[in-house]
């Protein structure tokens, strides 16, 4: 005996038999409401015209059941988590290194990339290396990421505030809620 089939991860389709509901709401392929009716008769309906009964809704009372074909149906699904997938863009973190003691146009250069990352609705993760003896002057380093903070406050939050790891001094910015 066939079992039901699993399509995404810990997802099952009931169809025909596996359906375990006594009586079901019917729509048929055009998605046209055919009616309240014992699911034995609903399968029945469905073999005659050659098609399955799939379970769209369970947790409605009386249930929804579709006729249509299983693989047709597993199709439209999948169609329709693919579209939900590229509507969902998963956000990127992008990282701008800058030094402790940095020049001006470095700066705006780093600025403005900055800007178009968090424009774009991407975080932003600042990093800032010492190397050597630079490490010694560490609230250089804080100050350069207070200024970066100042100038990005219209348009980003700061989700991570800065913090040491090793000789990394990192910070992350997280683009502002749109209104």
Do not use: W
């Amino acid at each position: 005996m066939a079992r039901p089939t699993q399509f995404k991860k810990n997802t099952r389709i009931a169809y025909n038999q596996f359906i375990r509901a006594s009586e079901v709401r019917v729509i048929d392929e055009k998605g046209e409401q055919v009616g309240i009716m014992s699911t034995r008769d609903a399968i029945e309906k469905a073999r005659s015209a050659e098609k399955d009964l799939v379970l769209i809704t369970g947790n409605t009372n009386p249930p929804v059941a579709k006729i249509i074909e299983l693989a047709k149906y597993k199709y439209q699904v999948q169609q329709k988590e693919a579209a939900s997938r590229k509507k969902a863009k998963a956000q990127e973190i992008k990282e701008v290194r800058f030094t402790p003691f940095m020049g001006g146009a470095d700066f705006e250069a780093r600025m403005k990339k900055v800007r178009q990352f968090l424009e774009k609705g991407d975080k932003v993760r600042l990093s800032i290396f010492f190397k050597g003896r630079i490490i010694t002057k560490k609230e250089f380093g804080f100050e350069m990421l207070e200024k970066v903070f100042e100038q990005t406050a219209d348009i980003a939050s700061v989700e991570m505030a800065p913090k040491m790891l090793g000789k990394k001094l990192i910070a992350q910015l997280m683009p502002a809620k749109k209104k």
